[in-house]
């Protein structure tokens, strides 16, 4: 349990699935394997060469979520573990018996349907089953060691559902983890960062521009006349409008630009190492793409649009460090006095 939570701390956010890269699936495995070397040393001693041991669940587990490769590296590293332990007639059939379980729970996963605890129960009894019968070859007289093999029928079946039900939990728990964390930074309209987002970014930008001195801009863009396509046709209308608004702009951004619906109809564009001229240039290519595009309302209307947009920027050694935002704010506003659908900054408007 305790290898099992620090494996899963580690790569948590490279958990091991059945469409991980292979480096992944490389990695599971040998950490699976080095868990069943360990197991190997904390086991029964049946008689002077032979063990028994719970070195076959992380076999099992790491087939569970990630198929065949991780399964048989596991495999071939608890058996080169094996024969560092001793090298004699059981170590023989312990590679033997490793084989036939990384190969049979290979193909269990691949071709069982049904639940996931119906197919965990199904890799646990078969292991077993290979793990019993290796048992009766290496062991003389079987009925001598009887109370040994139902000890450690018991042991793989309580601490393999137990290890199931903590591996599920670690894993369903980080994935919560990571979903609260993404919810928390995106608006769950449009998928774009959120205004706490907004404001994280853009503290960030301003302060690499200043160590790096650069310039950097920021392009604030509203949607004209926004409440009329609530109360004309809904809001459903208008969500849906904001949605493929903000898909039209993800595809007109930079790589590296930061688009956020800052609330409401209001969209932000960070623009690291952008000059004030770019920001203007990409604000036009924003305006008018939005004005030539056609949004689709859910009765199959198609409706256009315009957006006005407000343009500011930080050149090196600029001292409105803390104005740039407010800057950006006024030049919207001033787009929406001067008639709308224009881009615009302290000091002039332009519809490019």
């Not at 490769?69 to 090298?87: C, D, E, K």
């Not at 029928?153 to 609260?180: A, C, H, N, P, W």
């Not at 919207?332 to 332009?350: D, F, H, M, P």
Request: with cysteine.
């Amino acid at each position: 349990m305790s290898f099992t939570f620090v494996w899963h701390q580690l790569f948590r956010k490279k958990r091991l699935t059945m469409t991980s890269p292979i480096p992944i699936k490389v990695l599971d495995g040998i950490l699976a394997g080095i868990l069943g070397i360990i197991l190997m040393h904390y086991s029964i001693g049946v008689n002077d060469m032979t063990i028994l041991d719970l070195r076959h669940i992380p076999v099992i587990l790491v087939a569970f979520y990630g198929g065949f490769l991780p399964t048989i590296i596991s495999a071939a590293v608890i058996i080169a573990g094996r024969f560092f332990i001793a090298v004699n007639f059981s170590s023989y059939v312990a590679l033997f018996m490793m084989l036939a379980i990384a190969i049979g729970s290979g193909l269990i996963v691949r071709y069982m349907k049904g639940s996931p605890l119906k197919r965990w129960t199904v890799l646990l009894l078969y292991s077993q089953l290979i793990f019993s019968i290796s048992l009766y070859i290496v062991v003389d007289k079987y009925a001598e060691v009887l109370d040994f093999a139902l000890f450690h029928v018991l042991s793989t079946l309580i601490g393999g559902f137990l290890t199931l039900y903590f591996v599920d939990y670690i894993r369903k728990t980080s994935e919560r983890y990571y979903q609260y964390k993404e919810n928390a930074q995106r608006d769950a309209l449009t998928g774009l960062y959120n205004v706490r987002s907004f404001d994280r970014h853009y503290n960030r930008m301003i302060k690499e521009a200043i160590e790096e001195n650069e310039t950097c801009a920021i392009c604030l863009i509203d949607v004209d006349h926004f409440k009329q396509i609530n109360d004309t046709y809904g809001h459903t209308a208008g969500d849906e409008v904001l949605k493929q608004l903000s898909e039209l702009l993800s595809r007109l951004t930079r790589s590296g630009d930061i688009l956020s619906r800052n609330g409401g109809e209001e969209f932000s564009l960070l623009l690291p190492k952008c000059t004030v001229e770019q920001a203007k240039e990409i604000a036009g290519r924003v305006r008018e793409a939005v004005y030539e595009h056609g949004f689709l309302l859910p009765e199959q209307k198609k409706l256009q649009l315009s957006v006005s947009v407000g343009v500011s920027a930080l050149r090196p050694g600029d001292e409105k460090q803390e104005s740039l935002f407010q800057e950006a704010d006024e030049a919207l506003y001033k787009a929406k006095q001067n008639g709308r659908n224009i881009v615009c900054t302290s000091w002039e408007c332009s519809y490019r």
